[in-house]
């Protein structure tokens, strides 16, 4: 069982529509979880980090939480077209060591 | 600096040379993470430093593989006998101390592409 997994896609979406984005993890004692953006040729980015089970809102971007059914989500609200990149989401796994796994990524194409 | 510097950006080497990777993490940041992203692929860890605590350097594919941290400064990743295998973005990220059920978000590198011909 892969430890990070994510639906490749590509996911499309027409502007300003709602993009949604999951992820499962096979650790059950992950406790932090990360969600990055990477453009084509670039290196990842940091949207957003979340730690404890619910919703965290920030800007246009909710990440949701839940460890019992070890599923972490990343909503992108008013999608624009410069949204469309690869979106990784990134597990510790405590029982493995420090390392930060992450998952292959979600290609969103937002389109005009 | 203000951000994670690698050097150099590109790198292209014969099949069978030594090539040597360098990663500036931003200052403060004890953990330091390097990383593999070969194309169209997902992040594959390679190796962990934080402070002066021994590395995780559970991800290095091969013993061809080999990183350096002195202290919490530069860190050198190092490829000998290079294989068209290893051809592959190295990525490294650096972030705030590290605790085991407690990861601080990672700040990533642009990277350098390493290319074997």
């Known amino acids: 069982q892969k430890e990070v997994e994510q639906n490749s896609g590509p996911l499309s979406v027409p502007e300003g529509a709602i993009a949604s984005l999951n992820c499962t993890y096979s650790d059950r004692g992950s406790q932090s979880f990360f969600w990055y953006r990477q453009y084509s040729g670039k290196s990842p980015e940091l949207i957003m980090s979340?730690?404890?089970?619910g919703d965290k809102e920030d800007g246009r971007f909710t990440a949701q939480l839940n460890k019992a059914s070890q599923y972490v989500s990343l909503l992108i609200r008013d999608s624009q077209p410069s949204d469309s990149a690869t979106y990784l989401c990134?597990?510790?796994?405590?029982?493995?060591?420090?390392?930060?796994?992450f998952g292959k990524g979600t290609s969103l194409l937002v389109t005009p | 600096g203000a951000g994670v510097s690698q050097s150099p950006s590109n790198k292209v080497t014969e099949k069978g040379k030594d090539v040597e990777l360098r990663c500036d993490p931003i200052?403060?940041?004890?953990?330091l993470y390097w990383y593999r992203q070969r194309l169209g692929q997902g992040l594959e860890f390679l190796i962990y430093f934080q402070g002066n605590s021994a590395p995780d350097k559970s991800g290095l594919p091969s013993d061809r593989f080999s990183a350096e941290r002195t202290g919490e400064s530069v860190s050198t990743l190092t490829i000998q006998r290079t294989q068209q295998e290893d051809s592959a973005v190295y990525l490294c990220a650096s972030g705030w101390r590290q605790a085991l059920f407690f990861n601080s978000p990672l700040h990533f590198g642009n990277g350098t592409r390493l290319t074997v011909t």
């Open positions: 200052s403060g940041h004890t953990a």
């Open positions: 979340i730690y404890s089970n």
């Open positions: 990134a597990v510790n796994a405590p029982n493995s060591g420090y390392a930060l796994n």
